[in-house]
């Protein structure tokens, strides 16, 4: 138990952007800053985008542009959670799965984090205007400021719909690794756009699910915390089904060859499986943590990794 001195029980608290004296090194504040970006988030976005350059080039996409579209969207990833690390900050200290980043922790102030969370924005945008085009620029603005102002500032403490619309800003990076090739937009890209947009709120409610104290503590309308189990199952097998009918429909939208349409079609049906045995432990009697929702949370993320890499192939094999 830490014992604290007279002089230091009535010394007044820090201003919130104050420094905070910790004799911290410079590797635990290039650390600290890092976190900010949720790296874990950033590799997810990265799955989505490279593949569909892949597909957009019709093989292997031009060398300088994979590397450019992929470090400065980095880039961009890292400024809007950082961003959302600032604008969270309040709730991110009530939440046991949030309680240990860099804001919740002091470990960074919030206008160092502010600023890093623009900078790494500004940088972002620029690059991609320099390296590839204004559109793939314009879409990478749009995916930050959405990402910010409408989801963290608007959707997430208002509505159980926060996620639905909000995931908008994770299904952007698609469009931007076609818009990078290409410069401009097509079909193929809309559709797995609408693969990833069906695909977050299910991925996102079942982790919601366990974790419902956290985000009821926070006062966060995250659908399990307002609706019933049995509600939150339903709509994710219907938002899963969507899912995977979406995948299938790039086969005739991009002229795949039948590699794609092959292994989309083992996945989703195995997607499908997990979401249902959900359904099948709630009608077992089974609720809370016994209905197992982060089997599907991590069968959802291989799901979606192993699709995009089937985009990626399928272009070499033709």
């Not at 995916?143 to 800003?169: C, D, E």
Request: aromatic share 10%; glycine share 6%.
């Amino acid at each position: 138990m830490t014992v604290l001195t007279n002089r230091q029980a009535t010394a007044p608290a820090p201003a919130e952007d104050a420094p905070r004296p910790s004799g911290r090194s410079i590797g635990m504040i290039v650390k600290a800053y890092i976190a900010l970006t949720k790296p874990r988030i950033i590799e997810l976005l990265l799955i989505t985008t490279l593949p569909v350059m892949f597909l957009a080039a019709g093989g292997l996409p031009p060398l300088w542009t994979s590397v450019a579209v992929m470090v400065f969207g980095t880039l961009s990833a890292g400024s809007a959670n950082a961003l959302n690390c600032y604008v969270d900050r309040d709730i991110d200290q009530k939440m046991r799965r949030t309680r240990r980043r860099p804001l919740a922790r002091h470990q960074v102030s919030p206008r160092g984090a502010l600023i890093f969370g623009i900078v790494l924005g500004i940088l972002s945008t620029l690059g991609l205007w320099l390296s590839t085009n204004v559109l793939a620029a314009a879409l990478n603005t749009g995916a930050i400021l959405f990402y910010v102002l409408v989801y963290s500032m608007i959707l997430k403490r208002r509505t159980a719909q926060n996620i639905v619309w909000g995931g908008i800003a994770g299904c952007m990076p698609v469009l931007i690794g076609w818009a990078g090739i290409t410069d401009r937009l097509d079909w193929a890209p809309l559709v797995l756009f609408g693969v990833v947009f069906f695909w977050t709120p299910p991925h996102t409610w079942t982790l919601a699910m366990r974790y419902k104290e956290d985000y009821a503590a926070a006062e966060v309308p995250m659908l399990p915390v307002v609706a019933t189990e049995r509600r939150v199952i339903l709509e994710s097998i219907a938002y899963t089904w969507a899912t995977v009918l979406c995948s299938l429909a790039l086969w005739p939208v991009a002229g795949t060859t039948l590699f794609y349409p092959v292994v989309a079609a083992v996945l989703g049906v195995m997607c499908l499986w997990e979401v249902h045995r959900l359904l099948a432990r709630l009608n077992a009697g089974k609720t809370g943590v016994a209905l197992r929702p982060m089997r599907f949370f991590h069968w959802s993320n291989a799901y979606l990794a192993l699709l995009f890499l089937a985009v990626a192939i399928d272009p070499l094999l033709s």
